[in-house]
């Protein structure tokens, strides 16, 4: 049933893992003044659940490599590292020289700022491990329709 009904079952899994990693930005609504994101992890954990369940080792496999630090690609890490830090600096220039924009600066040590910049990058790694990268695309081998919603 799960192979035959992958794409909706996977949807419905997401919601479900991202509805209950709403709730501890209920808990600790200042969470949200940050740059944490509980819900990004759904997509990864139901990414995770559905490929145990039908035993995919292949893909499983296929992440754990995905993640692993190969020199053949440092150009690219430099680049995926330059590039929004680029693109955050210009909107930043913009916003608060044609939009009177205010900036709002944190208050907090160097420890806070590495706390939110990891729960950045390990948000950002999971929600595409999840959704974008992993399920979707192996998916849609069988389920072509799913890549318009």
Not at 22 to 43: C, E, K, N, R, V
Not at 80 to 103: E, H, K, N, W
Not at 123 to 129: R, W
């Amino acid at each position: 049933m799960i192979k035959k009904y992958s794409i909706p079952i996977w949807y419905f899994v997401t919601l479900i893992f991202t509805g209950a990693l709403l709730l501890p930005h209920f808990i600790w609504q200042g969470a949200g003044d940050y740059s944490i994101s509980f819900t990004q992890f759904g997509p990864l954990l139901a990414t995770l659940l559905l490929l145990k369940l039908k035993k995919d080792e292949n893909t499983i496999s296929e992440i754990k490599n995905g993640l692993r630090f190969s020199t053949h690609n440092i150009l690219w890490y430099a680049l995926s590292a330059l590039f929004p830090i680029a693109l955050t600096g210009i909107s930043a220039i913009v916003l608060t020289t044609f939009f009177d924009s205010q900036y709002h600066v944190w208050s907090g040590t160097l420890v806070f700022y590495i706390l939110n910049l990891a729960a950045m990058l390990l948000g950002s790694i999971g929600e595409e491990i999840g959704g974008a990268d992993t399920y979707c695309r192996h998916s849609i081998k069988r389920h072509l329709r799913s890549s318009v919603v």
